[in-house]
């Protein structure tokens, strides 16, 4: 595995990679984990070489948030990478990426402004800047994420149609299904702020939107069933639910009833020091 962390030279290293076939990127900050190497398979299934990059952005990060308390870990990330098969690592630092002067932002409108983004104002502006950059640098055929960060899947997959960016396109965006530890817990890299006590308590976000999901089935009040949603997780040990709600798949705009069309169970609540979410086809 080639690692790289220049433009430049990324782009000579990509050029002569796309020599030999279809080009995969899987975009990751790092401190990998099970649901980052599920990522790097499906992408060796579906291309020639697979691109990872690692990058922490700053520009996703507010101002009272994790950004220097997040976990780094390249040299035991680059030996998980050079394990599972992977062509090139791209580990720009933050002055390679944004270079003094910078000033640019991407704004997506709509899917971006609910749920995290009314929680974490200019998250998605920052992630929607940095992929863009990402898929520029890299110029991939195809570009895998995974599906627990749903809205920024839907954030990524707008942003792409909007600005024509035909390599990777929408349809080439590909959404990974959310990769889970036994009990049911997304694996996410957050996941490593929280003591033993608490991380067997997180295990009680699955199981209630679980229970949320099939009360609504059943027919139960979408109002209720997530009133109770957020009980059950406060009485499990979550000190605080950020969001509980039930999202049209595509246009996340909240639904007051399920409808016949696509839907998801959007969470994302506070236990210790960490900020858990997850979602679930409803």
Not at 30 to 38: I, K, Q, R, S
Not at 77 to 93: K, N, Q, T
Not at 125 to 145: E, N, R, S, Y
Request: aromatic share 4%; net charge neutral.
């Amino acid at each position: 595995m080639q690692t790289v962390n220049r433009i430049v030279p990324l782009r000579d290293a990509v050029a002569a990679l796309r020599h030999e076939g279809k080009i995969a990127l899987v975009p990751t900050m790092g401190a990998l984990h099970e649901g980052h190497l599920t990522l790097v398979r499906e992408a060796r299934a579906r291309a020639a070489h697979v691109v990872v990059s690692i990058f922490v952005n700053p520009r996703q990060f507010g101002a009272n948030e994790d950004l220097d308390a997040y976990p780094r870990r390249l040299a035991a990330d680059s030996a998980l990478l050079a394990e599972a098969g992977v062509s090139l690592l791209w580990a720009p630092a933050a002055s390679e990426v944004y270079p003094a002067g910078y000033a640019t932002n991407i704004s997506v409108s709509g899917v971006s402004e609910g749920l995290c983004g009314a929680e974490r104002p200019g998250h998605f502006d920052g992630v929607a800047t940095v992929v863009c950059k990402l898929f520029h640098q890299v110029l991939p055929d195809i570009a895998l994420f995974g599906e627990k960060d749903w809205q920024q899947l839907a954030v990524i997959r707008r942003m792409a149609r909007d600005l024509d960016l035909m390599r990777p396109h929408v349809t080439d965006i590909i959404g990974v299904p959310t990769v889970r530890e036994a009990d049911g817990l997304a694996m996410s890299s957050r996941n490593a702020y929280l003591t033993t006590a608490e991380r067997a308590a997180a295990a009680v976000l699955p199981r209630a939107m679980k229970q949320a999901i099939a009360a609504i089935a059943q027919g139960r009040a979408v109002a209720d069933a997530l009133a109770e949603l957020k009980a059950a997780l406060v009485a499990g040990g979550f000190h605080t639910v950020d969001y509980a709600e039930l999202c049209d798949a595509d246009s996340l705009a909240p639904l007051s009833e399920r409808g016949s069309g696509s839907a998801r169970l959007i969470v994302a609540a506070r236990i210790g020091k960490a900020r858990l979410i997850d979602n679930m086809a409803a």
